[in-house]
């Protein structure tokens, strides 16, 4: 099975600040798809941001941001200018055509924004 | 769409009792992952079927528990009997396969509590 690990199990920033959590993964495969979820207090999950392993370019949805390093299989999230309702388990996941499709998931780090 | 739908919201059961929990996924889907997630453990992944044939099982953790899919809309996950220890908020999330690019849909998830 895929691994995916997550670090900081918490993570705290200021309001109006910029945060990145971090994400590392083990693969043998060159063709994969990574994604980061947020499950805020309420317990759904929602998707934040995508990224394609063939891709170089980051992937950038509005404040979120991630750094993909591929030689390196590191995958972390960056959100800048972090609001109050950014405050959520943060879940790194990844998954490939090679491994069944299924989805791996780190063990989260929960963020606390703080006013 | 409604988006992946679980029930019960919550269910509060005895131990030895059985409990089944309900998922219908997203229109047109034809993966479904059945997770579990606890503080300790984080996401486990239980069960995945595509096309309505189980996948991978390996994660149910023993015979107590038990996953059907008998048509395209419609899922079960069982456990009987179940265990203080089964306690739990259980996932179930679908997606599009063979396309990896697509991330999984969450429902709301399941709070089971066996006393």
């Known amino acids: 099975a895929q691994t995916v690990t997550q670090s900081q199990p918490e993570m705290s920033v200021q309001e109006a600040e910029t945060v990145t959590l971090s994400c590392t993964y083990d693969?043998?495969?060159?063709?994969?798809?990574l994604f980061w979820y947020k499950q805020p207090p309420s317990r759904q999950m929602i998707l934040v941001i995508r990224q394609e392993a063939y891709k170089q370019q980051n992937a950038t949805e509005n404040r979120f941001s991630v750094n993909f390093q591929k030689a390196a299989k590191s995958f972390s999230l960056k959100i800048s200018d972090s609001q109050l309702g950014d405050a959520a388990m943060y879940f790194c996941?990844?998954?490939?055509?090679?491994?069944?499709?299924?989805?791996?998931f780190g063990t989260g780090t929960s963020l606390t924004v703080i006013p | 769409d409604a988006g992946v739908i679980q029930s019960p919201r919550h269910e509060v059961t005895e131990m030895g009792q059985e409990v089944t929990l309900r998922c219908k996924p997203i229109?047109?889907?034809?993966?479904l992952f059945w997770y579990r997630q606890t503080m300790m453990r984080g996401l486990e992944l239980l069960i995945y079927f595509n096309n309505n044939v189980p996948i991978d099982d390996s994660g149910m953790p023993e015979d107590r528990f038990s996953a059907k899919m008998p048509n395209a809309s419609f899922s079960t996950l069982k456990i009987q009997p179940s265990e203080p220890r089964d306690s739990a908020v259980y996932f179930c999330?679908?997606?599009?396969?063979?396309?990896?690019?697509?991330?999984?849909?969450f429902g709301q998830g399941t709070r089971l509590t066996v006393v």
């Open positions: 996941a990844y998954r490939s055509p090679n491994t069944g499709n299924q989805f791996y």
């Open positions: 999330a679908s997606s599009l396969a063979p396309d990896p690019n697509t991330e999984a849909f």
């Open positions: 693969t043998s495969e060159s063709d994969y798809y």
């Open positions: 229109s047109g889907h034809n993966s």
